[in-house]
DNA sequence: CGATGCTTTGACGAACTTCAACGCGGGTGG
DNA sequence: CCACCCGCGTTGAAGTTCGTCAAAGCATCG
């Protein structure tokens, strides 16, 4: 069991080296020479890791940085009227958050660790500063927020479909993707957000999650044993996805795996 | 009949000054001068208006230019694999289309016009070139995006929360808003997309749509005539929107009102 | 004028939520 | 070190909402 907690443990800890991060493409873009680059890293904080439920930014906080995730992982969220929250989305090894609070200048949401958890962080006021010298900053920065752009257009795609199977379907895959494209495997990983997270994010009931994870584990798609997961078919998960045309390109048009 | 007709048409056929425009900020940021301006507005293409039922693009189709609405609306959707599609956002006038497709060089969904629309073109290769010598540009087109990601959040917690009717509530509050946004009416608009667009855009059966509708009607909410809407109380209208809090900043955090 | 597509309405059934109870594991204090 | 407690996850039964099917009303267009 020990072993088992082990490996567990080992997964939830990716480290991230920086080529295989999101940031990479600003940190060191291509065409940068040595002395602009030097300039540039001076401006990157790499902050030392926040505890599992401490906050990097509160909803209403004013906007001062974009932050990087170097390992663990982050949930956003808005507080609801009756107190509840709504998940906005879950923020794992390599990819940014904050870019929705560049035009208000607020942070529009709040983002907690969900594990502990190390950021970079990037202060924008001297990013914007160094791009007027760097266009090439602000060009990558760009085609960042249009992928956000694509994925959460995905996302909308994934609630929109009514089953609350396609719809764990397609989040499990999305997870399994985001973490293969780091380098991690895509069919073993460890889920840090609860259920109740899961199930938010998703717009179904905990107990709907929870049955449908049964279920999936009853038909032999996977195994779970609480927040492990190992996916033992992959390619019919990826069907289970339903109405989203796959990362595969059978279809004409539209790769849509996030 | 035909006077009532006559009134749909107009506020179907909203005309929209640059400066209410989205674009405006691009076309003519503040601290541009006037050889510089010249230069931006030769790359900025009017073309003329598209009819109902035309695509503006395919998804797969290679990106080249970002658009914007300038009369009419747009609606955004991807082929499923069922033949079906999902919608995934409407445009109207004032709003950007095609941000999506910065990032993969290719459009991934189709945009077609739901009434005769006219847009503005720019090509992107060329708005590239000048944002080099023109920061000013990049930076306004980050401020877009960022505003885009927070929409796109925003229709997250839509479909997160469960009601049809505040899936319904919600998506009237956000075609008012943007529509008062651009100086409009905010309680009285033409709705050009089908009942199905927007069951479909919300997770929801074109029945649900229509009975929810009626019964607005029958509680006093709104009139509605075919897709002729008068809302006759905004604010109950955004109570019912629920859990997401509203525009005017009684909770001490987080204003989403689009 | 008929044809067609969009919208509305009703009846029924399925899927999901809600309510309630229980099991499990991890952390804390005795 | 053990027992207890509390949060989280699972499971079952009942209730509600919403989707599906079917049919009819109503605008638009040829």
Same mark, same amino acid.
Do not use: W
């Given at each position: 069991?020990?072993?088992?907690?082990?490996?567990?443990?080992?997964?939830?800890?990716?480290?991230?080296?920086?080529?295989?991060?999101?940031?990479?493409?600003?940190?060191?873009?291509?065409g940068i020479n040595g002395e602009e680059l030097e300039r540039l890293e001076q401006i990157i904080q790499r902050r030392r890791p926040v505890k599992r439920?401490?906050?990097?930014?509160?909803?209403?906080?004013?906007?001062?940085?974009?932050?990087?995730?170097?390992?663990?992982?982050?949930?956003?969220?808005?507080?609801?009227?009756?107190?509840?929250?709504?998940?906005?989305?879950?923020?794992?090894?390599?990819?940014?958050?904050?870019?929705?609070?560049?035009?208000?200048?607020?942070?529009?949401?709040?983002?907690?660790?969900?594990?502990?958890?190390?950021?970079?962080?990037?202060?924008?006021?001297?990013?914007?500063?160094?791009?007027?010298?760097?266009?090439?900053?602000?060009? $990558?920065?760009?085609? /960042?927020? @249009?992928? #956000?752009?694509?994925?959460?257009?995905? +996302?909308? =795609?994934?609630?929109? *479909?009514?089953?609350?199977?396609?719809?764990?379907?397609?989040?499990?895959?999305?997870?399994?993707?985001?973490?293969?494209?780091?380098?991690?495997?895509?069919?073993?990983?460890?889920?840090?957000?609860?259920?109740?997270?899961?199930?938010?994010?998703?717009?179904?009931?905990?107990?709907?999650?929870?049955?449908?994870?049964?279920?999936? $584990?009853?038909?032999? /798609?996977? @195994?779970? #044993?609480?927040?492990?997961?190992?996916? +033992?078919? =992959?390619?019919?998960? *990826?069907?289970?996805?339903?109405?989203?045309?796959?990362?595969?390109?059978?279809?004409?048009?539209?790769?849509?795996?996030?």
């Amino acid at each position: 069991m020990s072993k088992n907690k082990d490996t567990v443990v080992s997964l939830s800890k990716h480290k991230i080296a920086c080529k295989d991060c999101s940031l990479f493409q600003i940190c060191l873009p291509v065409g940068i020479n040595g002395e602009e680059l030097e300039r540039l890293e001076q401006i990157i904080q790499r902050r030392r890791p926040v505890k599992r439920g401490d906050h990097l930014y509160h909803g209403g906080e004013p906007f001062r940085s974009i932050y990087a995730v170097r390992s663990g992982s982050v949930k956003s969220y808005v507080p609801t009227k009756n107190g509840n929250e709504q998940v906005t989305g879950f923020h794992l090894p390599g990819e940014l958050l904050g870019l929705d609070a560049i035009n208000n200048k607020m942070h529009s949401c709040s983002a907690k660790a969900l594990e502990t958890t190390s950021v970079c962080e990037i202060p924008y006021d001297e990013f914007e500063l160094l791009s007027n010298e760097l266009p090439v900053l602000h060009r $990558q920065l760009i085609m /960042l927020m @249009s992928k #956000e752009i694509f994925e959460e257009e995905t +996302h909308t =795609l994934l609630l929109g *479909k009514k089953s609350a199977e396609e719809r764990l379907a397609a989040y499990l895959f999305s997870i399994s993707s985001r973490y293969h494209r780091r380098g991690f495997s895509a069919s073993e990983f460890y889920l840090s957000m609860s259920r109740n997270d899961i199930g938010n994010y998703l717009g179904l009931a905990v107990e709907t999650v929870s049955r449908m994870f049964t279920r999936f $584990q009853e038909e032999g /798609l996977l @195994s779970v #044993e609480r927040k492990h997961i190992v996916i +033992h078919d =992959l390619e019919r998960l *990826k069907m289970m996805t339903g109405a989203v045309p796959g990362k595969g390109g059978e279809q004409f048009f539209c790769l849509r795996s996030s």
